[in-house]
């Protein structure tokens, strides 16, 4: 059965780094996009970055630029986030996201807690 399984997640100083990382299983990795997907307490879930099939075209949000990077491994059917220079904003709870020509996948997400 199709599975999404994030790991990585943990509490972190203001200032430091985690990477969180996306095992898929269950359908065919490389045909989907990749989204990270967080949600914080009390507020809505958001998008957080995303990549493309090929791994060739990434984005991310506005507040996430330039501290956040997206990969993917398509032999490993993995995707990656590597975040730097957290800040007590970024906690929440991050989801990992498969978009397909005609369905889609959540995982069960990974707690991110930025807390001195």
């Known amino acids: 059965q199709v599975q999404l399984v994030e790991s990585g997640g943990g509490l972190v100083q203001p200032g430091g780094s985690l990477r969180l990382s996306c095992a898929a299983s269950g359908f065919t990795f490389s045909s989907y996009t990749m989204r990270w997907y967080r949600q914080a307490p009390g507020k809505v879930r958001e998008p957080v970055a995303a990549?493309?099939?090929?791994?060739?075209?990434?984005g991310y949000a506005e507040d996430v630029k330039g501290r956040f990077t997206i990969s993917r491994d398509n032999t490993k059917s993995t995707v990656d986030l590597q975040m730097e220079s957290l800040r007590p904003e970024d906690t929440a709870v991050y989801y990992c996201?498969?978009?397909?020509?005609?369905?889609?996948?959540w995982g069960q997400g990974t707690q991110v807690t930025v807390s001195s």
């Open positions: 996201y498969a978009l397909g020509s005609g369905d889609s996948y």
């Open positions: 990549i493309t099939t090929a791994g060739d075209s990434t």
